[in-house]
C-alpha cells in the first residue's frame, strides 16, 4: 500500500496523474518590473484596477498571481496562453465560492490513490519516476489539483455532465471509425519514367532561363552575440552572499535544500564550511565526490538559486554585467555605427564573441539564439544593428543566459550562374519532363476508366501492376501493401469515401513538400468492409466512450464558462497623457479621470486626445484601429490595456 502522509513528510509527490504534466522546474525572475512583467502583456501596469474587474469589483494583484499559478504552476505555457485564460479561471473561482465547493488535500491524495490503482502496471513506474518534487512544486501542484477537482464538481452542477453523448451515438461512431478496408489500386510515380528523360545543354539552358527565379540565392545575414552565463559570475555572488544578513541566508538555504531544516541553520557559515557539513548529510546526492567537487556543486546551487522573486545571485550578477556591457555598446555604436562594434567591444572586456552561421528568412530560428527569430534578425539595418539582449531574468544557471547581439554580415541575394546551379537545374529539369509523361500515362488510364474496363484490364493494356492493399483502418497508420507511404493519406481519404465495389477517378498526389507537383497518381477500388471485431469493441469501447463523453462535457462546460465570463469579467482600460498639463483625453465622451474602466470583450471604445494652448498633438503609445498618428481615434478591447497620448510644444511655424 502506498503511505501518501510519508510521501508528504518526505515532501515528494506523484504528479501528472489527472490533468497534465507538471515536473517543471518553476522560476519567479527578479528585475526591477519583474512582478508587473508576471502579469501580462504590453508592460501592463498592475497597480488597483489594472487587471480587469469581475461584477465590478476589481481584481487584486493576488487575485490575478492565483489564477496564473493554477493555470501554470510550474511555468510550462507561453505567456499568451496562460493570460488569455486567467480571466475564465478568476470566474471560475468566484463560481466555486459561490456554490461552496471547496477541496481539501485530503480530496487531491485520494483523486492521486485512485488514478494509480487504475494505471495497472503503470502505477509503480509512475511513483518511481515522479516522486522528486520539493515542497514549493508539490504545493504547487496540490493547489492545482484542488482547483482542477473543484472545477470537475462545477462542471456537473452546472449541467453539462456525461449525458451529453449516448451510448448508441459513441457506438456507431466507434463502428465507423473502426472499420477496415480491403482495396486495390494501381500507382504511377514519375520516378518510372525518369529513364526516359532524354538531357542535353540546349534543353537545361532553356529550362534554367524560364526558372532563372528558382536558383536565386536569398539574402543571409549573420549575427555576432555575448552570452553572459551566471556560472562565469560566481565570484561575483560569493562576495555579495557574504554580505547578506543571516535571515537571507537561510531562506536561500532553505530554498535549496528544502527537506532538510538542520542545513538551514548553518547560515552563519561560509560557503566552504557549508559544502563540507552538506557533503555529509545529504549523502544520496554526493557520495563517493571529492572534496572540491562538493565544493563546486554546492557554491554553484547555492548561488544560482533563487528564493520567491528574487532570483539567485550569480543570475543578478550575470545580468547586470550584460545590462553594462550593452550600455556601453550602444553608446559606442551610436558615436560610430560599424558592424564589428560588439567584436572589438568583447576584445576589449576579455569576452568570448560567437557567431551565428549563414541564416536565411525561412529558418524557424535563430541558432545559438533560440529568443531571436529570423525576422527580427532581417529587420536590422546597417544604423541599427543591435538586438537588446533579455528581457528578463533566468534562474536556471547556464539554461536561458542574458545575451547581447548584433548585426555582423549581411550577403546580398544573387542570381546563380548556370555552371553553378547546373546539378540542381538537371534534376529539376528531369523531374518536370518525367511528370509531363506520368500525366500522358494518366490521361490513358482516364479514357479506360471512362470506357469502363476493369481494373484489371487497364492494368495489362498498360503493362502495369494491380497491388492488394489492407486491411487498414481510416485513422492513420500504414497500408499493408503499399510501397509509396507518402500518399498513403491522400490513398486512404479516397477509399473512406467510396462504396463497397466502386472505384476512383484518376487521383494525383505530391509525395514532398512542394505541392504544386504531383509526382504520383493512382486508381483505386474498394474491395470491401470489416467491421470491428467483437474482441476488439469490447476491449476499447468503454474508454471510448468515456473520452467522447469526455470530450463533449469539455466543450459544452467552456462554452458555458465563457458565457459567464463574458457577463461577469471586464477588462480595465485607462488613457493617459505622457506629460502633465500638455493636453487631455477623453474616452467615450468622458475626461479620462471620470470614464468608465472596465470594458466588456471586443467593445469598441472612442478616445479623443486633445492637445493644451501652445501644444500639438504627436501620436498615441499603443495599438490604435486607425492608426498612432490620428487623435480622434478608438481602441478594440481584447487584454487589459492602456494608452497614452504623446503632446509636443507647438513648432514656430504652426504658431
Not at 173 to 195: G, V
Not at 580 to 606: M, N, Q
Not at 635 to 640: K, M, Y
Request: proline share 4%.
Amino acid at each position: 500500500m502506498l503511505d501518501f502522509q510519508k510521501i508528504r513528510n518526505k515532501q515528494k509527490w506523484l504528479f501528472a496523474l489527472i490533468a497534465i504534466p507538471v515536473i517543471f522546474g518553476f522560476v519567479i525572475l527578479f528585475t526591477p518590473d519583474a512582478e508587473d512583467r508576471l502579469f501580462g502583456r504590453n508592460n501592463l501596469a498592475t497597480g488597483e484596477g489594472t487587471l480587469g474587474a469581475i461584477d465590478g469589483k476589481p481584481v487584486t494583484r493576488n487575485e490575478w498571481l492565483t489564477a496564473r499559478q493554477l493555470i501554470d504552476p510550474f511555468g510550462r505555457y507561453d505567456d499568451r496562453f496562460v493570460e488569455g485564460r486567467i480571466p475564465n479561471t478568476l470566474v471560475e473561482l468566484k463560481l466555486l465560492d459561490d456554490y461552496s465547493i471547496n477541496i481539501s488535500e485530503a480530496d487531491v491524495i485520494k483523486q492521486l490513490k485512485e488514478e494509480i490503482q487504475n494505471a495497472g502496471p503503470r502505477g509503480e513506474q509512475m511513483r518511481t519516476n515522479y516522486l522528486s518534487l520539493n515542497k514549493r512544486d508539490a504545493d504547487a501542484f496540490t493547489r492545482s489539483q484542488m482547483h482542477f477537482i473543484g472545477v470537475a464538481q462545477l462542471q456537473r452542477l452546472a449541467g453539462v455532465g456525461s449525458g451529453l453523448v449516448s451510448e448508441k451515438e459513441a457506438e456507431i461512431k466507434f463502428r465507423e471509425e473502426n472499420d477496415e478496408y480491403e482495396a486495390e489500386a494501381i500507382i504511377l510515380s514519375h520516378t518510372n519514367y525518369l529513364p526516359l528523360v532524354q538531357i542535353d545543354d540546349a534543353k537545361l539552358q532553356a529550362y534554367y532561363t524560364n526558372s532563372i527565379s528558382k536558383y536565386r540565392l536569398s539574402e543571409s545575414r549573420q549575427l555576432s552575440y555575448v552570452t553572459f552565463p551566471p556560472t562565469n559570475y560566481l565570484d561575483q555572488a560569493e562576495a555579495k552572499y557574504n554580505e547578506l544578513p543571516e535571515a537571507d541566508r537561510k531562506s536561500l538555504l532553505q530554498n535549496c535544500w528544502p527537506t532538510d531544516t538542520n542545513i538551514t541553520d548553518k547560515a552563519s557559515l561560509s560557503i566552504v564550511d557549508l559544502a563540507g557539513y552538506v557533503a555529509t548529510v545529504q549523502t544520496n546526492e554526493f557520495a563517493g565526490m571529492k572534496t572540491e567537487e562538493v565544493t563546486a556543486q554546492v557554491r554553484e546551487k547555492l548561488l544560482t538559486t533563487s528564493v520567491g522573486l528574487k532570483a539567485g545571485l550569480a543570475v543578478i550578477e550575470a545580468y547586470t554585467a550584460g545590462e553594462d556591457f550593452q550600455a556601453s555598446l550602444l553608446s559606442t555604436y551610436n558615436a560610430k555605427p560599424e558592424l564589428d562594434t560588439l567584436d572589438k567591444m568583447a576584445l576589449l572586456q576579455n569576452l568570448e564573441v560567437r557567431t551565428t552561421p549563414p541564416m536565411r528568412r525561412d529558418l524557424p530560428f535563430v541558432p545559438g539564439l533560440q529568443r531571436v527569430t529570423p525576422a527580427e534578425v532581417f529587420a536590422l539595418t546597417a544604423t541599427n544593428a543591435l538586438i537588446n539582449g533579455a528581457s528578463s531574468l533566468s534562474g536556471a544557471g547556464n539554461a536561458d543566459p542574458y545575451f547581447v547581439a548584433s548585426l555582423k554580415k549581411v550577403t546580398l541575394a544573387r542570381d546563380r550562374s548556370f555552371a553553378e546551379a547546373k546539378p540542381l537545374i538537371t534534376e529539376d529539369y528531369k523531374k518536370a519532363e518525367s511528370i509531363k509523361l506520368l500525366n500522358e500515362a494518366g490521361e490513358k488510364l482516364t479514357q479506360a476508366l471512362k470506357d469502363e474496363k476493369p481494373l484489371a484490364d487497364i492494368a495489362k493494356e498498360n503493362n502495369l501492376t494491380v497491388i492488394q492493399l489492407g486491411p487498414f483502418g481510416r485513422s492513420g497508420g500504414t497500408i499493408e501493401g503499399l510501397d509509396t507511404p507518402a500518399v498513403a493519406e491522400d490513398l486512404r481519404a479516397e477509399v473512406t469515401g467510396l462504396g463497397t465495389g466502386a472505384t476512383s477517378e484518376l487521383i494525383t498526389s505530391s509525395t514532398d513538400n512542394d505541392v504544386t507537383d504531383h509526382e504520383v497518381a493512382f486508381i483505386v477500388k474498394l474491395k470491401g468492409k470489416q467491421p470491428v471485431s467483437k474482441e476488439t469493441f469490447d476491449k476499447e469501447f468503454p474508454d471510448y466512450l468515456k473520452n467522447e463523453r469526455r470530450i463533449a462535457a469539455g466543450s459544452a462546460y467552456t462554452a458555458w464558462l465563457d458565457e459567464k465570463t463574458k457577463a461577469s469579467y471586464k477588462y480595465s482600460f485607462n488613457a493617459y497623457v505622457e506629460k502633465k498639463d500638455t493636453g487631455t483625453v477623453t474616452v467615450d465622451g468622458k475626461t479620462s479621470e471620470t470614464a468608465e474602466k472596465y470594458f466588456g470583450s471586443t467593445t469598441v471604445v472612442p478616445i479623443i486626445a486633445t492637445p493644451a494652448k501652445g501644444f500639438e498633438f504627436k501620436e498615441w503609445q499603443g495599438t490604435m484601429r486607425e492608426g498612432q498618428s490620428n487623435p480622434k481615434n478608438s481602441v478594440l478591447i481584447i487584454d487589459n490595456s492602456s494608452r497614452t497620448a504623446v503632446f509636443v510644444p507647438k513648432t514656430e511655424e504652426a504658431k
